[in-house]
């Protein structure tokens, strides 16, 4: 302890080596030398550590640390000098000295060639002094700026190192042990040194091995940092590349989202989208900006955000640099359809003629998005006929086959166009366009829909033979009974409408043939189909139908309404006047016999007819019948006094001949005047049409006495006195 005494007694408390006067201090560096080979020949760092616990501390107790170290480096005893070293700094671990000695032990080391332990002990320094140590926070700046002097050099010596070590193991486990740590280390320089030149490619190197330990949060909060925390002239290339990093990062983590909630899923799916959008807006005019920004653009798209999706699309498509062609016809697709979702229809189409004008030829794609194409311009005509703009919107509808000409659309369009001209009573527009439909798409779906359009507009347009044309073939496509007959019966109408009598019998005919009910219409048709063949001079056929009329009346005659009876009662009239003229034909002619027969039945026949035609209860129909059957009668009455006599007879048979006449004709001029004075009779049940004038003017003639007689005027007779 001498040599302490001695030390205490040259330098007081507080007063530094510099400040004793020139022989004291020589004394002192004496003393410093003799403590120190002292304590070679004693137990060294033990003997003195043991010295100053013993003692006390005091001020001038580093000096002596200090030359003793010195000395024994001297002498090449490195092992006892970083004993010193670590001696000192266990007894004075919070001391200005610690992190110097720390240095020294590292540098004696080296000295020695001892660096096996070397990374060791400067990954000992970091942990000492670095700035997650107790010590820094304590640090005196003295000591603060030594020790950032040493981390400038250490943190990225070690993190380097581990690196490389990681990159050589084979061990996986190992390996990560190796990348975690350098990362502690970069992570640690960006820390200590945050606004360091160098810090920049530290955190880009933190960032990569974030990447090798799939830390994929790590990474992208690393390479964030360098690519937008810095100014870019700070960071040369490095920002973008990072910038760039951090979104391939982003990708590979989004991987690991797909097992968790939808919920936070959408949380980080949003955090990539901000991190896709920053870097191509930092970085425009970096080739791979474009490309990160349609990631973006489609995720918006994904998302429903049409609006946002549309916008992203135009800025895209005008980027400068000029991105490639298919980045802006992709652009222009996604803007096109989302135009269409925003039912913006027209700025959709110009979208899928620019997407088409970008596109390769032999682009799969093109069919679709010419399809597309047709379905914003068939979008916009139904916009129109919405809004009641007719002409327009059929002017669209009908665009979309002159844009698109093998568009599946186009047919719809065009029939889409034909009904809105129908709806709007445009007949001559709405033919051409079903006609032209029908012709161009004669297998669509909605081509059996045709002949219902088309003959309405032909009949609204008094084309009569066409409309019945189209509904000839609705009769062919009917799908129920009733309509097929309905069908047919406006064909047939039609038909007699455009005069065309060839069409209107063979229609009326089918009718007639398939439809017997209902009753009354059957009964017209067969009515009409007489009329026709009437015109025709084919009276066989007409009377086959006259025929009909009466049949169905006849067969049951409860269900017939007044209509029915009235053409089943004409039909009769007018096969009972055939029958008329048939016996208004046969002349009495010797030998009369014969002659007589014949025109008997002629006479039974006709009246038979007539009788007929009486039994449907009309009276127009019944006093012509009347009249008729008289006038057989009476007629057969004179024929016979007008007959033919037979020659060679005297004048005596001759008178016998006339008498055996009037004896056969009174009869049946007696029938004649009963018949008529019943027809007459009708006059009291209000009755008088042609065929009761008709039977009066008859009786006058046969009986002249009761029915010829003048009108008797009673005078006055004044009595003169």
Do not use: C
């Amino acid at each position: 302890f001498s040599y302490v005494e001695v030390l205490d007694l040259v330098m007081p408390e507080g007063q530094p080596v510099e400040d004793v006067d020139q022989r004291s201090q020589t004394l002192i560096e004496d003393l410093f030398r003799v403590v120190g080979l002292s304590l070679s020949y004693l137990d060294g760092a033990e003997t003195l550590q043991a010295l100053f616990r013993q003692t006390g501390g005091r001020p001038y107790e580093i000096l002596v640390y200090d030359r003793y170290s010195g000395l024994l480096v001297e002498r090449e005893q490195y092992g006892d000098a970083i004993d010193v070293f670590e001696a000192f700094i266990e007894d004075h671990p919070a001391s200005p000295w610690a992190p110097r000695y720390h240095m020294r032990i590292i540098d004696t080391l080296e000295l020695a060639g001892f660096t096996r332990t070397v990374p060791e002990r400067k990954a000992d320094f970091v942990s000492r002094y670095g700035i997650y140590s107790a010590y820094w926070q304590s640090a005196g700046p003295d000591a603060m700026g030594f020790i950032e002097q040493q981390l400038e050099q250490l943190l990225p010596e070690l993190a380097d190192r581990q690196y490389l070590l990681a990159g050589e193991v084979m061990d996986e486990q190992q390996a990560n042990d190796h990348y975690r740590k350098a990362a502690s280390y970069y992570a640690e320089f960006a820390a200590t040194f945050p606004d360091h030149p160098r810090t920049p490619e530290r955190l880009f190197l933190l960032g990569e091995t974030y990447l090798e330990l799939e830390d994929w949060a790590e990474a992208i909060a690393a390479f964030e940092r360098v690519a937008y925390d810095y100014p870019q002239d700070t960071v040369s290339g490095r920002a973008a590349e990072a910038g760039y990093a951090s979104v391939l990062a982003f990708r590979e983590y989004s991987i690991t989202w797909n097992s968790l909630p939808i919920s936070e899923q959408a949380a980080y799916q949003e955090l990539q989208q901000l991190n896709r959008l920053r870097f191509a807006n930092a970085f425009p005019e970096d080739p791979r900006a474009p490309a990160v920004y349609y990631i973006a653009l489609q995720q918006e798209f994904d998302r429903n955000n049409w609006e946002e999706t549309v916008n992203m699309a135009a800025r895209l498509v005008t980027w400068q640099p000029t991105p490639s062609a298919e980045l802006t016809t992709e652009a222009l697709l996604l803007s096109g359809h989302s135009l269409s979702e925003l039912a913006r229809y027209s700025e959709a189409e110009q979208a899928y003629r620019d997407a088409l004008a970008t596109m390769a030829e032999d682009d799969e794609r093109r069919s679709g998005v010419r399809e597309n194409l047709a379905a914003a311009v068939y979008r916009q005509a139904e916009q129109l006929a919405d809004a009641g703009n007719v002409e327009a919107a059929v002017g669209e509808f009908l665009r979309v086959g002159a844009v698109v000409p093998e568009s599946a659309l186009r047919a719809n369009a065009e029939y889409d166009a034909a009904s809105l001209l129908i709806t709007a009573n445009l007949w001559e527009p709405a033919i051409g366009v079903l006609t032209s439909f029908r012709r161009a798409f004669p297998d669509h779906e909605l081509i059996d829909t045709v002949p219902a359009k088309l003959a309405l507009a032909y009949r609204e347009t008094a084309q009569w033979e066409r409309a019945a044309d189209e509904l000839q073939q609705m009769v062919a496509l009917a799908t129920t009974p009733e309509e097929r007959r309905e069908n047919l019966l406006i064909a047939a109408e039609l038909y007699d409408q455009a005069g065309n009598r060839d069409k209107a019998i063979d229609t009326w005919r089918n009718y007639a043939n398939s439809h017997p009910e209902p009753a009354d219409v059957y009964m017209e048709a067969a009515n009409r189909l007489a009329e026709l063949y009437q015109q025709a001079d084919d009276t066989v056929k007409r009377d086959y139908w006259l025929r009909k009329q009466m049949e169905t009346v006849d067969r049951n005659p409860d269900a017939a309404d007044d209509r029915m009876r009235y053409l089943a009662a004409s039909a009769s009239a007018i096969l009972a006047r055939e029958a008329l003229a048939r016996y208004d034909s046969i002349r009495l002619t010797l030998p009369l016999n014969e002659s007589m027969a014949a025109k008997t039945d002629a006479l039974e026949g006709a009246v038979n007819a007539y009788k007929k035609t009486a039994s449907y209860g009309l009276s127009t129909f019944a006093t012509e019948a009347g009249y008729q059957i008289a006038h057989i009668y009476g007629r057969l009455g004179a024929d016979l006094m007008d007959s033919e006599r037979p020659s060679g007879l005297s004048e005596l048979e001759l008178a016998q001949y006339e008498l055996l006449l009037e004896e056969q004709a009174y009869p049946f001029e007696d029938n004649a005047i009963d018949i008529h004075e019943q027809n007459i009779r009708r006059a009291r049940e209000g009755i008088f049409d042609e065929w009761v004038k008709r039977s009066y003017e008859a009786l006058k003639v046969l009986l002249p006495g009761r029915y010829r007689k003048e009108e008797v005027t009673s005078g006055v007779v004044y009595e003169l006195d």
